[in-house]
């Protein structure tokens, strides 16, 4: 599978953006997706992660209660909808997948075998 990563741009604390990744090559269905992001100077980190169905989800703690995940199978995409941006959020956003059971949710880079090329969300403050 091949993944296209977009939506990033700049945006204004307090304001949203919603990221979109869309899968080629394979069935998507068959895989568990991630998003991923990388801040200038730190480590990528787990940002949310989505079940092959959609019926498990996770998140990392700082973004609970103000970022979705979701997905269409039938359009082989994967959303990031994110809402009360901080500057904080600022970084490099990753999408990625792997082919896993149909309940996993992945919260390590390991565990993912393909990656998007990334789109850049950048918050002002």
């Known amino acids: 599978v091949q993944l296209q990563a977009s939506g990033g741009g700049l945006v204004q604390a307090g304001g949203s953006l919603r990221l979109s990744c869309a899968a080629s090559?394979?069935?998507?269905?068959?895989?568990?997706m991630g998003w991923f992001r990388q801040a200038p100077g730190k480590e990528r980190e787990f940002v949310a992660a989505?079940?092959?169905?959609?019926?498990?989800?996770n998140y990392t703690d700082s973004v609970k209660g103000r970022f979705t995940i979701s997905r269409d199978n039938a359009k082989s995409t994967v959303y990031l909808q994110m809402n009360s941006l901080k500057p904080e959020d600022t970084a490099v956003y990753y999408c990625?997948?792997?082919?896993?059971?149909?309940?996993?949710?992945?919260?390590?880079?390991?565990?993912?075998?393909?990656w998007g090329q990334g789109t850049l969300v950048t918050v002002s403050s």
């Open positions: 090559g394979r069935t998507f269905s068959s895989y568990a």
């Open positions: 990625a997948a792997t082919e896993e059971r149909y309940y996993f949710v992945g919260t390590r880079e390991s565990q993912y075998a393909v």
């Open positions: 989505i079940s092959r169905g959609g019926g498990r989800i």
